[in-house]
């Protein structure tokens, strides 16, 4: 593992959406990285960042970009970056992202675009940071050195797959899954669903939402080819996902309701599936990563958690919370999750990402 001697130059990209305003909270006072650049649209670029921004957060904006400019994303005002993280809107990012690349920048990204593309990995940092090793092939493929894209999750699929991983890790696959997700207004970014639609309410459509869950959840839970140069998507185990997604009036924090049969028969027992998922730890925790969460999963006790309100906060979002772990009498056991999805569904992911590229060597520093 290579610590970084000197913090890196990052830019961040969409810095004045909901998901940018995270990234700009973390990088604040991270031990790897320091804000160097921020873009937006052109409604944002020229000004700087604390009137370009309606900032959004219980902290105020870190010192050290209430005046930074605001620029427009084009791959030259970002030269100096090590890494580029995007939270873009994803009507811009394919792109933006694309151009970036191009530039031999280093992009890790929260928007949809790129997460079916064949050489770019989806990575949820507590599941599979393994995938990072498709970027030499991803470079190759465009005659690149140091340019790639790497993608983390939507950030309901986020929360599933990180318990989906546990159960698999210790009791081989899944074979099925149903999914019923309750997800934070907040998801939407900002200014959001309107008020009218979301008080006293609950909206049972989030746009292509469940048949993203449908399919990364196999790219995220397979392998890599032995050549390294391509993600395998489960063909031979296969994991079939069915997703309902509601929107609720909660502020942050996606709940989901999971309910899953095992291939192996006799499937585990609740107790066997706690132990699992209390004992689960990942990659990015052994190699040091610095924003990784202390526990990957944690399982409550009491039968009313987790709740968004009370535990969306806990290990500052980095973490997943599980409850309600019990027999199906569908399929085999059926639990609760809930994950914070502007930290772990979003921007904390990518920073983990980022960290781990960097402890690994595949991005200099
Ligand atoms: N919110 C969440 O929980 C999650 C979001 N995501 C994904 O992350 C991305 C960002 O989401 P979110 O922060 O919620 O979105 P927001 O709508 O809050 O922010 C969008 C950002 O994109 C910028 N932008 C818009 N148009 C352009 C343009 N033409 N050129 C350059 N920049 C532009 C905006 O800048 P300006 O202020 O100048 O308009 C703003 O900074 C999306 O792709 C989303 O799907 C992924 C997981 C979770
Ligand atoms: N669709 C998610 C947030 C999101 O933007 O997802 P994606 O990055 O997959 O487009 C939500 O509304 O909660």
Same mark, same amino acid.
């Given at each position: 593992?290579?610590?970084?001697?000197?913090?890196?130059?990052?830019?961040?990209?969409?810095?004045?959406?909901?998901?940018?305003?995270?990234?700009?909270?973390?990088?604040?006072?991270?031990?790897?990285?320091?804000?160097? &650049?921020?873009?937006?649209?052109?409604?944002?670029?020229?000004?700087?960042?604390? /009137?370009?921004?309606?900032?959004?957060?219980?902290?105020?904006?870190?010192?050290?970009?209430?005046?930074?400019? !605001?620029?427009?994303?084009? #791959?030259?005002?970002?030269?100096?970056?090590?890494?580029?993280?995007?939270?873009?809107? &994803?009507?811009?990012?394919?792109?933006?992202? /694309?151009?970036?690349?191009?530039?031999?920048?280093? !992009?890790?990204?929260?928007?949809?675009? +790129?997460?079916?593309?064949?050489?770019?990995?989806?990575?949820?940092?507590?599941?599979?940071?393994?995938?990072?090793?498709?970027?030499?092939?991803?470079?190759?493929?465009?005659?690149?050195?140091?340019?790639?894209?790497?993608?983390?999750?939507?950030?309901?699929?986020?929360?599933?797959?990180?318990?989906?991983?546990?159960?698999?890790? #210790?009791?081989?696959?899944?074979?099925?899954?149903?999914?019923?997700?309750?997800?934070?207004?907040?998801? &939407?970014?900002?200014?959001?669903?309107?008020?009218?639609?979301?008080?006293?309410?609950?909206?049972?459509?989030?746009?292509?939402?469940?048949?993203?869950?449908?399919?990364? &959840?196999?790219?995220?839970?397979?392998?890599?080819?032995?050549?390294?140069?391509?993600?395998?998507?489960?063909?031979?185990?296969?994991?079939?996902?069915?997703?309902?997604?509601?929107?609720?009036?909660?502020?942050?924090?996606?709940?989901?309701?999971?309910?899953?049969?095992?291939?192996?028969?006799?499937?585990?027992?609740?107790?066997?599936?706690? /132990?699992?998922?209390?004992?689960?730890?990942?990659?990015? /925790?052994?190699?040091?990563?610095?924003?990784?969460?202390?526990? !990957?999963? +944690?399982?409550?006790?009491?039968?009313?958690?987790?709740?968004?309100?009370?535990?969306?906060?806990?290990?500052?979002?980095?973490?997943?919370?599980?409850?309600?772990?019990?027999?199906?009498?569908?399929?085999?056991?059926?639990?609760?999750?809930?994950?914070?999805?502007?930290?772990?569904?979003?921007?904390?992911?990518?920073?983990?990402?980022?960290?781990?590229?960097?402890?690994?060597?595949?991005?200099?520093?």
């Amino acid at each position: 593992m290579t610590l970084p001697s000197n913090p890196l130059k990052v830019g961040v990209l969409g810095a004045t959406g909901t998901v940018g305003q995270r990234f700009i909270l973390l990088l604040s006072t991270h031990p790897f990285f320091q804000v160097h &650049a921020l873009g937006a649209s052109a409604r944002s670029a020229g000004l700087p960042y604390k /009137q370009a921004v309606r900032w959004k957060q219980v902290q105020p904006i870190p010192e050290a970009v209430r005046d930074l400019v !605001v620029k427009n994303c084009v #791959a030259e005002e970002f030269a100096d970056c090590a890494i580029v993280f995007s939270g873009l809107d &994803a009507d811009v990012a394919g792109d933006i992202e /694309q151009a970036f690349r191009a530039a031999e920048l280093a !992009v890790f990204s929260n928007a949809k675009n +790129f997460r079916r593309d064949p050489t770019v990995p989806l990575i949820v940092p507590l599941v599979n940071t393994s995938h990072l090793s498709m970027i030499p092939y991803q470079r190759s493929q465009l005659s690149l050195q140091k340019g790639f894209i790497v993608t983390n999750a939507n950030c309901s699929t986020t929360g599933l797959v990180i318990p989906l991983a546990a159960l698999e890790k #210790a009791f081989g696959p899944i074979d099925t899954c149903l999914v019923t997700t309750m997800q934070a207004i907040s998801g &939407a970014g900002y200014p959001g669903v309107p008020s009218f639609d979301i008080f006293d309410n609950i909206v049972p459509h989030i746009g292509g939402e469940e048949e993203k869950i449908e399919w990364e &959840a196999a790219k995220i839970l397979g392998g890599i080819s032995d050549n390294g140069q391509s993600f395998d998507l489960r063909e031979k185990t296969p994991i079939n996902v069915s997703a309902n997604c509601n929107r609720v009036p909660v502020l942050e924090g996606h709940t989901e309701c999971v309910s899953v049969r095992f291939a192996r028969r006799p499937p585990p027992t609740v107790e066997e599936a706690i /132990q699992a998922m209390r004992s689960f730890t990942c990659e990015a /925790q052994t190699a040091g990563c610095p924003s990784a969460p202390r526990e !990957v999963i +944690f399982v409550h006790e009491e039968v009313d958690r987790p709740q968004p309100r009370l535990d969306r906060d806990f290990q500052k979002g980095a973490g997943v919370n599980v409850g309600r772990i019990r027999p199906c009498p569908v399929l085999d056991l059926k639990f609760v999750v809930l994950s914070n999805n502007v930290a772990i569904g979003a921007a904390t992911s990518s920073i983990i990402n980022a960290e781990y590229a960097v402890l690994t060597g595949v991005v200099a520093s």
